[in-house]
Nanobody, 126 residues
Framework: QVQLVESGGGLVQAGESLRLSCLVS????????AGWFRQAPGKEREFVAT????????VRADSVKGRFTISRDNDKNTVYLQTNSLKPEDTAIYYC???????????????????WGQGTQVTVSS
């Protein structure tokens, strides 16, 4: 059974950084593209970033370009989201998800993801 466990969230001040991690177990990690999504209270789930199974292609939402970086380590079955220059509007629950795909495929559509983690809270104070 595929399981995803996020970690690394917390309470920080505006301008600070966090590194989110997502450990995947129960599957062949290199067969899956990975993505990060977030959901703030009262708002819809929002795409943040995605990375292809091979790690050679990434896509980020315009709102996080230049501040967030997605990466993966297939040997460690882990996908990361480095978040820099955090803003209060980045406050949300951050979810990791994976989808069966190949090569350089990516997707920003949450409905295309097969497995999800439980989420990690990121709170940014002003």
């Amino acid at each position: 059974q595929v399981q995803l466990v996020e970690s690394g969230g917390g309470l920080v001040q505006a301008g600070e950084s966090l590194r989110l991690s997502c450990l995947v177990s129960g599957g062949t990690f290199s067969w899956y593209g990975a993505g990060w999504f977030r959901q703030a209270p009262g708002k819809e789930r929002e795409f943040v970033a995605t990375i292809s199974p091979s790690g050679d292609r990434t896509v980020r939402a315009d709102s996080v370009k230049g501040r967030f970086t997605i990466s993966r380590d297939n040997d460690k079955n882990t996908v990361y989201l480095q978040t820099n220059s955090l803003k209060p509007e980045d406050t949300a629950i951050y979810y990791c998800a994976i989808r069966r795909s190949a090569g350089s495929a990516t997707s920003a559509r949450w409905s295309e993801y097969d497995y999800w983690g439980q989420g990690t809270q990121v709170t940014v104070s002003s």
